[in-house]
């Protein structure tokens, strides 16, 4: 490629990916489908036929995890294991994840909670329900379930945030250093919050184990009398503390503006729940919440769509571009529940697939059907249009709603 056509490439900042990576990206599938963008200091690939192909293709590509993540969480997560390792740290974390496992639990873990906040917030008549009501629903379902029923929704979601700014601080400069400081020692200091809340909770599942997923993580698989060391499990705490918790918020929110976009839509979805899924689905394609953070490395010299990649190259694959390729779909921007169903690319592919497919769709789904049931009669607030906003993780930040009461 020239350096003309490259230099709107170099030109792309940051700021404008977080606000809306969407033009720039349906151009780089279009121009340039492998491509080193300077403000990440990695080269991307945009479309969905080369990011399965690489998903697909562990021979030639191992998974790392960015370094911007790494820098937040450490080393030792599941994000950035490959092989064997691998395997063995998903024996441990995805049992009580698998549907059945899910099935058995899920009703009492999210329902209950979920009326409660509606029953606070539905004769007020207009809130942020990503504040009041998505966010608490998604940090308290998977948070209780992890065991950190005592930890208020306000300090899970405050958890999120921070660790989700610090794993985002992407950008960097000429040299490839990072150009902001300040998320990741925010950063740190939750995760300090986060071991002195979780280090007495250890302590106490050591001697007690029970049902929640950190006990689980402590003692599944450990010889008798053993326990997991806490260095190995603290590092997928953040994990979950961090996607796990703030995804199926994200998906909710995201899902209820499409269909506030298409009021004939969410009429039909109102009046038949069992279009919830569908909605859900196509909510999830059309905005992926975990937008671009899958990085994978060439274990030895690699041409991929005409460009040469020698070994040790990183490339950051974008799901949620991969989401809007019109090989898959036509007209991708637009939010459409009657489209034909395609697998799309918001959990991922290959072994490094998400765990929680189906427990994070069946919190988003129980979220939406007791909110639907109870509100039946949402409009859009008119004073405040909906901000997307984000290039590693995205979502809408607020979702005002209003309603009779
Ligand atoms: C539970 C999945 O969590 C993540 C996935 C990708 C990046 C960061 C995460 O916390």
Redo the contacts with the bound molecule.
Sequence with gaps: MTVSATRWIEAITMEELNRDPNPIYERLRREAPVAFVPAVGMHVVATRELCLQITQDSEAWSTVIAPS?GRTFGKGTV?DSNGETHRKLREWIDPQLRPTAVDSYIEALVRPGARTILEAIEEIGAVDIQEAYFAPVSVRAVGDLMGLTTVPSKTLVRWFQTLAKS?GNAEVDENGQFVHHEPFEAGDEIKNEIIATVDPLLDHWTVYPDHTLISHWLHDGMPDGQTRDRAEIYPNIY??L???LQEPGHVMTTTLAGLLENPDQLERVIDDPTLIPRAINEGARWVAP?WS?AVKVANRDVELAGVDLPAGTAVMLAYGSANRDTSAWDDPDVFDVDRPMMPHLTFGSGAHACA?TYLGSAVVRIALEELFETIPNIEPDPEHTPTFWGWTFRGPQSLHIKWEV
């Design positions: 993540g994000l794993y994990v979950f961090l996607g796990a975990i953070a929680g």
